[in-house]
């Protein structure tokens, strides 16, 4: 399909990347867009002003919350260039989370092509790591009508903007509060689909924890309420030793793109991996006897995010004496290392805007 390019408004000011980015404030000049409907199928694809949409009151997103996301960066190599990483599978994922919400999948090609493009126009946006460039794919439905059905029309968006630091204390360890209370996912559900609905159930508990002095909320299962899930928007994983071990995949959690990359390089760098069903009673246990030695989330926004310390049932397990471990260092470094192209990449897995 041909990406259709705009022009900007000749009166566009000129806007600076301010010193402080924050995380999803800022977003760039253009915007991509295509639509879908079952008479036209998908058209008008094209790159054009960053602006906002019109949509009619009934439109089925406000009402049935029929969307979806992804999440990726552009970063900064030292040559000038900038890298993607692995887009290819933000891609599939992005289409496997369309099938489970009953939504028209995009052509891959066309969804790459469009980041790709879009990059590539807005370069000045691109910042200097650690800093990147956060891409952000949605797909909603736009039917003007109510009633519980699958949607007959779709808008596929694509918005940029440069980011820093997803947590404002940086790499450094985060208080994370064990809910039992609340649930995130359950089997058969919409858990492993990118769905805004999945975060905004989070949300709640989320605000009563930080209360407490927590920074994140780490998810059990929905049914037995013992297994351990997710922790925030991230897939959590646990040090034993040089062994680390993860959450299996059930249904219920999404599969992250970083928790992939880790599964697969970590053994290149001197460690075993596994993914198990995780009872919480034996993390909390382990953790006590010191035998998890270090704890950390992977995503795509914080990369590698050392967990310093989980609360429970009024009580505190300090992991690592609170400080960021050496393999979540390793993690970190090697994983951005290769996103930014400081290091060759021997797995393929990013691709080149020139």
Not at 296 to 325: L, S
């Amino acid at each position: 399909m041909t990406i259709t390019i705009d022009p900007l408004p000749e009166d566009l000011p000129q806007r600076a990347l301010p010193e402080k980015l924050g995380f999803g404030q800022i977003f760039s000049d253009r915007m991509f867009t295509q639509e879908w409907t079952t008479a036209e199928g998908w058209h008008n694809a094209r790159i054009g002003p960053y602006k906002p949409f019109s949509l009619d009151p009934s439109t089925a997103v406000f009402h049935y919350a029929q969307e979806i996301f992804e999440g990726t960066k552009a970063y900064r190599r030292p040559d000038g260039k900038i890298n993607l990483f692995r887009p290819w599978e933000n891609a599939a994922r992005f289409n496997r989370s369309a099938r489970r919400m009953a939504m028209q999948e995009v052509d891959p090609e066309t969804h790459v092509e469009a980041m790709l493009k879009l990059v590539e126009l807005e370069n000045r946006w691109v910042p200097d790591a650690p800093a990147s460039l956060y891409i952000r794919p949605t797909l909603i439905a736009t039917e003007p009508a109510l009633g519980v059905h699958a949607s007959s029309r779709f808008l596929h968006f694509i918005i940029v903007g440069p980011v820093g630091a997803y947590f404002a204390t940086g790499f450094n360890p985060v208080p994370v509060y064990i809910s039992d209370q609340y649930v995130r996912a359950v089997r058969g559900g919409t858990g492993e689909a990118k769905t805004g609905g999945n975060y905004a159930a989070s949300l709640l508990v989320g605000e009563e924890v930080a209360k407490l002095g927590y920074q994140q909320v780490l998810w059990l299962d929905g049914v037995e309420r013992k297994y351990v899930e997710e922790v925030g928007a991230m897939n959590i994983a646990f040090a034993y030793g040089k062994h680390i071990i993860t959450p299996q995949l059930t249904g219920t959690i999404l599969p992250g793109i970083t928790r992939k990359s880790v599964l697969e390089m970590a053994p290149d760098l001197g460690y075993t991996v596994s993914e198990e069903r995780i009872e919480i009673a034996q993390v909390l246990a382990d953790i006590e006897r010191g035998e998890i030695t270090e704890v950390f989330g992977m995503g795509t926004a914080a990369v590698i995010a050392p967990v310093g310390k989980f609360g429970y049932a009024g009580k505190e397990y300090a992991i690592g004496g609170g400080q960021v471990g050496p393999i979540s260092k390793h993690l970190y470094q090697y994983l951005t290392d290769l996103q930014y192209g400081r290091i060759p990449d021997p797995y393929g897995w990013t691709v080149v805007v020139e």
